[in-house]
Antibody
Framework: QVQLVQSGSELKKPGASVKVSCKAS????????MNWVRQAPGQGLEWMGW????????TYAQGFTGRFVFSLDTSVSTAYLQISSLKAEDTALYYC???????????WGQGTMVTVSS | AIQLTQSPSSLSASVGDRVTLTCRAS??????LAWYQQKPGKAPKLLIY???SLESGVPSRFSGSGSGTDFTLTISSLQPEDFATYYC????????FGGGTKVEIK
């Protein structure tokens, strides 16, 4: 079946980096763009941006430029989110979500909790 | 960026109630609106796309309506499994989400 499986929870110290993976299965990876969505504890959903899985071209939402990098490894149908110079306020659940042809997010990963604490 | 305002932020209802949630856009977005359901500890689930189209597998008690700036999600007869937080999302331009409406048991 179509699914996105994300890597496990991470505990990092301020200033460190983290790389979250999102492995797709059940469909042709390069057919659909991939989005990243952040959800801070007890808060709503925030779109971080998307990556064109055909060209590898990323687009970042306001507030997610500089320390955030989207990348791909199409040979293993996997998208990545890397966050550098981690801050306490980066503590959140990070979701990958497939971009349906209509523009909605039809398939979601299970989420990866990133905790930044000294 | 287009802002989405959901109301109410929370509501209490009973099983069997008809429930209506509202989402207002800061500018016209035609029908480029989706609704998602999120249960605690789970990823969001797409319910409605293009303002009123039901995603495959979603129960028919869910329905969406609206266009332009004002949208509604209606649950015709609330079921125990429907207690969750609901988010609207626009995709007319770069995606944005509303703040959510939490539907709780009365």
């Amino acid at each position: 079946q179509v699914q996105l499986v994300q890597s496990g929870s991470e505990l990092k110290k301020p200033g460190a980096s983290v790389k979250v993976s999102c492995k797709a299965s059940g469909y042709t990876f390069t057919t659909y763009a991939m989005n990243w969505v952040r959800q801070a504890p007890g808060q709503g959903l925030e779109w971080m941006g998307w990556i064109n899985t055909n060209t590898g071209n990323p687009t970042y939402a306001q507030g997610f430029t500089g320390r955030f990098v989207f990348s791909l490894d199409t040979s293993v149908s996997t998208a990545y989110l890397q966050i550098s110079s981690l801050k306490a306020e980066d503590t959140a659940l990070y979701y990958c979500a497939r971009d349906s042809p209509g523009g909605t997010f039809d398939i979601w990963g299970q989420g990866t909790m990133v905790t930044v604490s000294s | 960026a287009i802002q989405l305002t959901q109301s109410p932020s929370s509501l209490s209802a009973s099983v069997g109630d008809r429930v209506t949630l509202t989402c207002r856009a800061s500018q016209g977005i035609s029908s480029a609106l989706a609704w998602y359901q999120q249960k605690p500890g789970k990823a969001p689930k797409l319910l409605i796309y293009d303002a009123s189209s039901l995603e495959s597998g979603v129960p028919s008690r869910f329905s969406g309506s609206g266009s332009g700036t004002d949208f509604t999600l209606t649950i015709s007869s609330l079921q125990p499994e429907d207690f969750a937080t609901y988010y609207c999302q626009q995709f007319n331009s770069y995606p944005t989400f509303g703040g959510g409406t939490k539907v709780e048991i009365k």
